[in-house]
Each structure stands twice: as structure tokens, then as C-alpha cells.
């Protein structure tokens, strides 16, 4: 089986956004809206210094995918990372290709020089949270606090 990952282009985009919908469906904070889940991909992909796609490939089509948003920390004194929108589709999870591509996105984020990576899971998504804590991920003492705003 030829597996690969590597930076999304414009033509994964439809497919992004199905798995997009997919990790939405098992998330209680949001739900699925194509178009702005287009949107927002083709945003980051027309301005890698926000952030960068990284897919996970088998036999050449998407099967997962990752968003890896640059932001600076004051406490870091540089660049980290904001993990987003981890997901392997239903057909190809279980065969360690999850781990494989968050281990590819920390070493190209290691690479570049970030030095933290903070990632937001579904409190009540028991598999996430030991898939990202088997990953060397930790809970932190932040509470995550939001205000939607109307543009």
C-alpha cells in the first residue's frame, strides 16, 4: 500500500472538506458547512505563513488530513503550533496512519522551529484524548474560553 503525506493543493480541497464534515459529526462544539469549511481551507492554503495542510495519502487519494496554524507565543518567545482537524477516514483508521501523520506534521513542525504545539479535543472523545496523550501530547491547566463574533 503506497502511503504518503504531504502538503494538501488546491484540488484536495473538495476532499478536505468531506472529512472535515466527517470530524465534525464527532465534535459537540461544531457542525458541518461546506462552504465555510472551503473557505477557511483555501485561505490557508493561498497563505502558508497562517498555516500549512498536510494529507495523508493512500494508493494516491486523501484519506486524512491535518491543519497545522502558525501563531506566536509570548511565553515561547517564538512561533508555535495549533494542531486543528486531525481526522482518518472511517475506511483507514485503526492501522496506525493517525499517528503516523501527527508525527509528521511534530517533526516538520520541530524542523521549523516551533516550540509548542497545542491541540484542542472533544472532552468527551475517550479514543482522541488516549490517541493524543499515547502521542507525548498532556492536559494543560488552561480551560479553553470562546466568544463567537458576528463579522
Aim: proline share 3%.
Amino acid at each position: 500500500m503506497d502511503i504518503r503525506i504531504d502538503f494538501a493543493c488546491v484540488d484536495d480541497l473538495p476532499r478536505l472538506a468531506d472529512l472535515l464534515a466527517e470530524l465534525f459529526t464527532l465534535e459537540s462544539d461544531f457542525r458541518p458547512e461546506r462552504d465555510k469549511q472551503l473557505r477557511a481551507l483555501r485561505s490557508i492554503l493561498d497563505d502558508p505563513a497562517l498555516g500549512r495542510l498536510f494529507v495523508l495519502r493512500v494508493g494516491g487519494e486523501v484519506a486524512g488530513m491535518a491543519n497545522a496554524l502558525i501563531t506566536v507565543s509570548t511565553a515561547q518567545g517564538g512561533r508555535v503550533l495549533l494542531l486543528e482537524d486531525v481526522i482518518v477516514s472511517r475506511e483507514h483508521r485503526g492501522g496506525g496512519l493517525g499517528r503516523r501523520l501527527v508525527e509528521h506534521v511534530l517533526a516538520w513542525a520541530n524542523t521549523q522551529g516551533m516550540t509548542r504545539v497545542t491541540l484542542l479535543a472533544d472532552k468527551d472523545n475517550g479514543a482522541a484524548l488516549d490517541f493524543y496523550h499515547k502521542l507525548g501530547f498532556e492536559p494543560s491547566y488552561m480551560t479553553v474560553l470562546r466568544k463567537m463574533l458576528t463579522p
